[in-house]
């Protein structure tokens, strides 16, 4: 509602003016403080509900002196109810002003001006030039209401009214070609004396005098009063004294503005001033608001800016009320879906929003409409058009995705069988999924929305793809040659384990032809997969470059493992044991006092040390390693490893000097030892028992042995033993049994030797335990030095005698 205030009103009537009544059909469309309600267009909905009858409405408005029976005459004619001077109690106060009212049986508004007598105040004067000047802006038919005593009044009021009529319409009416008015003389308390023709006759050259004397602008000079106005004249007997005549003439009359059908039915097309109901409220005002601004009329113009209002009001109206709704589902594209309705919803609701449209806007001046109706289908497009974009960013992405998946599943297949066919499933793929997105795309578009093109989204689709399945090819060729990487480098490895193990003069040859025949074989293999990838030359030579490095350093990694410190002494540990311990048939050798130990020693060192000088390098000479392998594959991939592991041209150390001599100290140590076991083994098999010292024991031990043969005690102990004895070694638990026996002697007679030296009993030297455990352990007994040798034999004897 507009915040208007009425001067000079009571609050009361300021209320009443702005508040819908819904018991009252009439509106005060402009009061007496010339506002324009800010109600009339609630009336044209809820009260006379003509909101949406378009053209199918009229407009009548009434003017002339007061108390002619004006209000009387209307509401005859349309069945309003407009208020009428009470004739008992004489003049009744009517509030000023316009009133509309609906006609009770057709789509007409009828206008009824309450006005003061003409010529009181300057005021008036300006208020009634200002009422007429509307009326006859809006309608298509006035009523001129006036006696039939006042027509030859030329300076009477209701021609003075007509004069101002005349001139306010020169002001309106600027250009030709706007719809005339009506209008429609009724001759109150016609008598007949004069006939009507006679009157009209009077009433026109009036008319064409009043025109003739008005200062016309240039641009209007030509125009005659019948290019504006078309006019009829009725008269009316007097309503009490021939009333029955009266009551007949207005029937007359309301038939021919009521019926459609009568001939001379007065509201005729070209009359309509061409504003649809539904801007009916926009446009009086705004003539209203001209005339009050007292600004020249331009018809035209105000028709103009009328479109342009509704058509706005009609298009955000439409949109917030229908469009926006209609087209929200669209929205879950915001969360990454693609809706496959996406382009016909769209469609739809742009199309059905024009039909809403166009049905109340189409009603306006045409030029206004047809641009308000594209600006409003761009309105609409760009609501959509993020909505567009999204749909096409999950459009790429989701084909992007099932793109990936089917080239994950060729590639899947392809490795599963070994044979790889990658740039046809690249090809399929890529077809595949450009027609989805194009199609896609395309569906989701909004017809006539220029700017609505999926090329951006699709190049940058393009991109991605190829990105996506360059990563794809590069994995795939990693993998395909990092698999045949795995199994050269894992055969090579194997081959070149064994022949390292193996040794010999022929060692390195074979260690270069096993990385040579696997490097062959991957590069073959590298070829053959990597025609399915439509690799180019240079990218085949670079695999094979890759393979060759790979290869080369899981040899050098292998030997390096191959040969470190531990590894190599056990290696020349063996060789020399098998040269030393080993005659030529391979059969042990048991050393006999006479045999040349020394001489064997220096050949097994000789042979280890020749084995030693074998691995630590590999000479070029001698394994007749082809040079374009070392110098120009092995390092053509990359020139950082080139400058590390360059190697000297002549041969390749695989054991630095420092670590050699590491290793040669380390081996010595063995060797030396091995040497010392044999020399003892062989001081062991030539000592034997002297047979004086078995005929000394048996003398000295005659007695005892007599003891145990005489005694049942001892020799019932002896059988058991013996027995015992037969059958440990029957299960070989000898000697299990002796060392635990041993154990169990060695603490007895520990006992017995402190308990005898107790007793002060000179216990012999060679009997204390201390001299026994020191010697108990041969390998120890060939370290010690000569002199301690016979302690020891002596010792043994005791244990001997003691078991
Ligand atoms: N003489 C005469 N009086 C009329 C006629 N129609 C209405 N009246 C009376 O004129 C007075 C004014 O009527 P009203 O309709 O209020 O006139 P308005 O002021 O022009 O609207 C009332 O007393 C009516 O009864 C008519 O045709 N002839
Ligand atoms: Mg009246």
Redesign the pocket.
């Known amino acids: 509602m507009e915040d208007q205030t009425v001067p000079g009103s009571t609050p009361d009537a300021e209320l009443r003016f702005s508040r819908f009544d819904p018991k009252d059909s009439r509106l005060q469309i402009i009061n007496d403080s010339k506002l324009f309600s800010p109600i009339v267009t609630e009336y044209m909905k809820k009260h006379w509900g003509l909101a949406d009858k378009g053209f199918d409405y009229n407009v009548v408005a009434v003017f002339?002196s007061?108390?002619?029976?004006?209000?009387?005459?209307l509401n005859r004619l349309f069945g309003t109810n407009f208020?009428?001077?009470?004739?008992s109690t004489g003049r009744q106060q009517?509030t000023k002003g316009i009133w509309v009212s609906k006609a009770e049986d057709t789509n007409t508004l009828v206008l009824d001006v309450e006005g003061t007598d003409g010529g009181e105040r300057f005021e008036d004067q300006d208020f009634e030039r200002k009422s007429a000047l509307f009326s006859l802006a809006i309608s298509e038919v006035v009523i001129v209401?006036m006696y039939e005593n006042n027509v030859g009044l030329y300076n009477g009021a209701n021609l003075g009214l007509l004069k101002t009529v005349l001139d306010v319409n020169l002001q309106l009416f600027q250009q030709a070609g706007s719809p005339k008015t009506c209008l429609y003389f009724v001759i109150?308390?016609f008598t007949s004396q004069t006939p009507l023709s006679k009157l009209s006759e009077t009433l026109m050259s009036y008319l064409e005098k009043i025109w003739a004397g008005l200062s016309k602008p240039d641009t209007k000079k030509d125009y005659s009063i019948h290019d504006f106005f078309t006019f009829a004249f009725v008269g009316?007997p007097?309503?009490?004294f021939a009333r029955d005549a009266?009551e007949s003439a207005v029937t007359q009359l309301r038939h021919k503005f009521t019926d459609r059908n009568n001939s001379e039915y007065v509201f005729v097309p070209a009359l309509h001033k061409r504003v649809p109901a539904d801007g009916f409220s926009t446009f009086a005002k705004g003539i209203w608001d001209r005339i009050v601004a007292s600004k020249d009329l331009d018809l035209p113009t105000q028709t103009q800016l009328l479109a342009e209002h509704r058509c706005e009001e009609i298009s955000k109206e439409v949109f917030e009320g229908y469009f926006v709704g209609g087209v929200k589902s669209l929205k879950a594209v915001e969360s990454g879906k693609v809706l496959d309705e996406f382009g016909e919803t769209a469609n739809d609701k742009v199309k059905e929003s024009l039909v809403l449209f166009d049905k109340d806007g189409s009603r306006y001046n045409s030029s206004v409409y047809e641009r308000k109706r594209i600006e409003f289908f761009n309105k609409m497009a760009t609501y959509l058009l993020p909505l567009f974009n999204q749909q096409l960013a999950n459009l790429s992405k989701k084909t992007l995705e099932s793109f990936t998946t089917s080239l994950a599943a060729g590639l899947a297949a392809d490795e599963a069988s070994g044979v790889f066919n990658f740039a046809s499933h690249m090809e399929t793929a890529l077809r595949s999924s450009e027609a989805a997105f194009r199609s896609a795309a395309i569906a989701s578009t909004l017809e006539g929305a220029l700017d609505w093109t999926p090329d951006v989204q699709f190049n940058q689709f393009l991109i991605e793809i190829h990105r996506v399945s360059g990563d794809k090819r590069r994995e795939a060729v990693e993998r395909m040659v990092g698999s045949v990487q795995k199994v050269v480098v894992g055969a090579m490895k194997d081959t070149v384990i064994a022949k390292l193990n193996a040794g010999g003069p022929l060692m390195w040859g074979g260690v270069i032809d096993a990385y040579k025949d696997n490097v062959v074989f991957g590069i073959v293999q590298v070829q053959k997969r990597g025609a399915g990838f439509e690799a180019s030359h240079e990218e085949i030579e670079q695999w094979k470059g890759n393979l060759q490095w790979q290869t080369w350093t899981g040899l050098l990694d292998t030997l390096k493992d191959e040969t470190k410190d531990e590894a190599m002494c056990a290696r020349l540990k063996n060789i020399f044991e098998s040269k030393f311990r080993y005659d030529e048939n391979g059969v042990p050798r048991l050393w006999n006092l006479e045999d040349p130990i020394d001489l064997y020693f220096a050949a097994a060192c000789e042979e280890a040390e020749r084995a030693l000088n074998t691995y630590a390098r590999i000479d070029k000479s001698i394994t007749l390693l082809g040079d374009e392998i070392l110098e120009d594959q092995c390092f053509a991939r990359n020139s950082q490893h080139e400058t590390k592991k360059r190697f000297d041209p002549a041969c390749i150390n695989i054991i630095s000097s420092g670590r050699l001599q590491n290793i040669r100290d380390r081996f010595k140590k063995d060797a030396d030892m091995l040497f010392m076991e044999a020399k003892r083994s062989m001081v062991v098999t030539t000592a034997k028992i002297p047979p004086w010292f078995i005929a000394l024991t048996v003398i000295l031990g005659w007695n005892e042995f007599m003891l145990v043969l005489f005694n049942p005690v001892y020799f019932t102990l002896l059988a058991i033993t013996l027995g015992g004895l037969y059958v440990g070694y029957q299960y070989g638990m000898i000697g299990p049994a002796y060392h635990t026996g041993k154990v169990m002697v060695k603490g007895v007679l520990r006992e017995a030797i402190s308990e005898l030296e107790k007793n002060g009993v000179d216990v012999p030297e060679f009997l204390k335990l201390d001299g026994a455990e020191k010697n108990a352990k041969p390998r120890r007994k060939a370290t010690k030095k000569e002199g301690e040798s016979s302690q020891s034999k002596e010792q043994d004897e005791a244990d001997k005698k003691l078991d």
């Open positions: 002339g007061q108390s002619t029976g004006k209000s009387t005459l208020d009428v001077m009470n004739e009517t209401n109150r308390d009316l007097h309503k009490i009266f």
